[in-house]
């Protein structure tokens, strides 16, 4: 089992920065790729980011590249999300999510391949 706690969500106006945690207890951290995902009101869970099990690779959705920056410290068992120039559209309950494998596969950007979830926290930001 594996337990993922999310905090640091919060209103910010527009251009604004998140600074996004997960905590995670259970098996071996840095077994797992880790991944944020995000839902909008009316919308899907839409991939955000990825990380692999070392930290080495990262990948993200083309919406947020330049803005966001995914991280981990595998001695902390700590995932975080650096978000900058938020937009309104970033609005939405934000996940982290712990995959099955170390490397970043092709599952890791759907989140019917991540067998564990945060209960998400809610980033919101204003025009």
């Known amino acids: 089992q594996v337990q993922l706690v999310e905090s640091g969500g919060g209103l910010v106006q527009a251009g604004g920065s998140l600074r996004l945690s997960c905590a995670a207890s259970g098996r071996s951290f840095s077994t797992s790729a880790m991944g944020w995902f995000r839902q909008a009101p009316g919308k899907e869970r839409e991939f955000v980011a990825a990380?692999?099990?070392?930290?080495?690779?990262?990948d993200y959705v083309d919406s947020v590249k330049g803005r966001f920056t995914i991280s981990r410290d595998n001695a902390k068992n700590t995932l975080n999300l650096q978000m900058n120039s938020l937009k309104p559209e970033d609005t939405a309950v934000y996940y982290c999510?712990?995959?099955?494998?170390?490397?970043?596969?092709?599952?890791?950007?759907?989140?019917?391949?991540?067998?564990?979830w945060g209960q998400g926290t809610q980033v919101t930001v204003s025009s």
């Open positions: 990380i692999s099990g070392s930290g080495r690779n990262t």
């Open positions: 999510a712990a995959h099955p494998a170390a490397a970043l596969s092709g599952s890791a950007y759907s989140f019917e391949g991540y067998n564990y």
